[in-house]
């Protein structure tokens, strides 16, 4: 007796069903919207749907306002830090955050990740604060020199 092969599956492979689209969402717009949509998603590397979507996303989960926009996020961020060493300090504190948590799932690997459980908050908190403390050493020193020379 032959085994019945079942047939081949043609076309592409299946999506995981986390980044299936479920079904097409159409509506009208009024007077320049779409145009505003289309300058707005290539100014974001998005497509008009790509961007429609990461909009109602933010806007159904109450986060709203123009400092949610990449490009005046952006600018927002600017204007709370500052320019030059403020700015440079910023970026710094910034590049430690990364480094903190690389250090972080190296040394508490297959403990979850930092935020998942209280130990890890705390473990993380050590590590951030350690760093912190040493960074803050170098841009007082750097600072003080600054202003020396001034």
């Not at 145009?35 to 806007?59: D, F, H, M, P, T």
């Amino acid at each position: 007796m032959s085994e019945q092969l079942e047939p081949k599956r043609r076309g592409r492979p299946a999506k995981d069903p986390a980044e299936r689209k479920d079904g097409n969402l159409t509506f009208r717009t009024r007077g320049d919207l779409r145009q505003r949509l289309a300058e707005v998603a290539k100014e974001n590397g998005r497509s008009i749907s790509e961007e429609v979507e990461w909009r109602l996303e933010r806007s159904l989960a109450g986060i709203s306002g123009a400092d949610t926009e990449p490009a005046l996020y952006s600018d927002a961020i600017s204007k709370m830090l500052g320019s030059g060493e403020d700015l440079h300090e910023a970026v710094e504190f910034g590049m430690m955050w990364g480094r903190v948590k690389t250090l972080f799932s190296v040394v508490n690997e297959g403990a979850g990740d930092w935020y998942e459980n209280a130990e890890n908050i705390k473990l993380m908190k050590k590590f951030f604060d350690d760093k912190a403390e040493h960074m803050l050493l170098i841009l007082a020193a750097r600072r003080r020199r600054t202003a020396q020379k001034n």
